[in-house]
């Protein structure tokens, strides 16, 4: 969500809503600070505003299992995500 808001240029609101509850995993939100640390500094900025929306969560096993339970519900009634 994220890297598709900075790529179409939106603001995080535009694709977040109230009831949201935004979690991240610990291993995406490393990535995601790598990204601010390599980005220039015109999407610096942009991305370092986004890098504090939610709360990170431990990626332990059972996050893992219901992550997957996820991906193959989303893939099972044909919208198959990238992550």
């Known amino acids: 969500m994220f890297v598709e808001a900075e790529r179409r240029r939106l ?3 535009a694709l977040i809503h109230d009831d949201d509850e935004i979690a991240i995993a610990s ?3 490393a990535e995601l600070l790598a990204g ?3 980005a220039t500094a ?3 900025d942009v991305r370092l505003s986004s890098s504090g929306t939610g709360s990170v969560e ?3 096993l059972a996050v893992v299992r ?3 339970a996820l991906r193959a519900h989303t893939r099972r009634i044909g ?3 990238k992550t």
């Open 11 to 13: 603001a995080l609101d």
């Open 27 to 29: 291993a995406t939100g």
């Open 36 to 38: 601010v640390r390599l």
């Open 42 to 44: 015109g999407r610096r």
């Open 58 to 60: 431990e990626y332990t």
């Open 66 to 68: 219901y992550h997957a």
């Open 79 to 81: 919208r198959p995500r």
